[in-house]
């Protein structure tokens, strides 16, 4: 009885082992498809992106390699430090504005006490479902200065605050992004 059991017990283990193998490329097996179309769609663009950045097109005579010499130009130009500036407010002022209202709209959804919880999910989630042709339109129309919402508030209140000025375009994207996006978080 022993030596039965000692003969089956290499038997089982090799089968173990060869099942374990199977299991374990058959993960890689799913995985594959997607890893060969992320390396396709977004790491080979990347590389590309950074290979020929060390070049410069010229209209006659190609490419020029010219190494570092268009990050010393890009590093040393003040408008890609504003712009960088300008995303980096956005980003500071946007996120937290946007997890709160993201928070305080699930504890008022989660809340047993708020009635019309139905309308509620809708009205958080819908705009996030609105394509961005539909919301750029309806937006347009809203910071419109002659037809729209705030040309109209402009009227009664005797004011004149221009939404598409440079001083304020910052906060009017940031109120777009927030109505779109307060859903999704």
């Excluded at 089956?8 to 089968?15: F, I």
């Excluded at 990050?71 to 960088?84: E, H």
Aim: proline residues 4%.
């Amino acid at each position: 009885m022993t030596s039965a059991q000692v003969a089956a017990s290499p038997t089982h283990t090799s089968t173990a082992r060869v099942n374990r193998r199977k299991a374990d490329w058959r993960g890689w097996k799913f995985m594959w498809p997607f890893a060969v179309v992320f390396v396709f769609v977004f790491i080979v663009p990347i590389v590309y992106a950074v290979y020929i950045s060390f070049f410069q097109k010229k209209m006659i005579g190609g490419n020029v390699f010219v190494g570092v010499a268009n990050y010393v130009r890009l590093f040393g130009d003040a408008q890609f430090w504003s712009s960088v500036g300008r995303v980096a407010l956005f980003t500071v002022v946007q996120v937290p504005i946007m997890l709160f209202l993201a928070a305080a709209m699930a504890l008022c959804l989660d809340s047993m006490k708020l009635h019309g919880t139905k309308f509620f999910r809708i009205s958080t989630f819908l705009p996030y479902a609105v394509p961005a042709v539909v919301s750029t339109m309806i937006w347009g129309f809203v910071y419109g200065a002659k037809y729209g919402l705030v040309g109209s508030l402009n009227d009664v209140l005797g004011t004149h605050i221009d939404v598409l000025d440079p001083s304020v375009l910052l906060a009017a994207i940031g109120n777009i992004n927030t109505w779109e996006f307060t859903g999704y978080n």
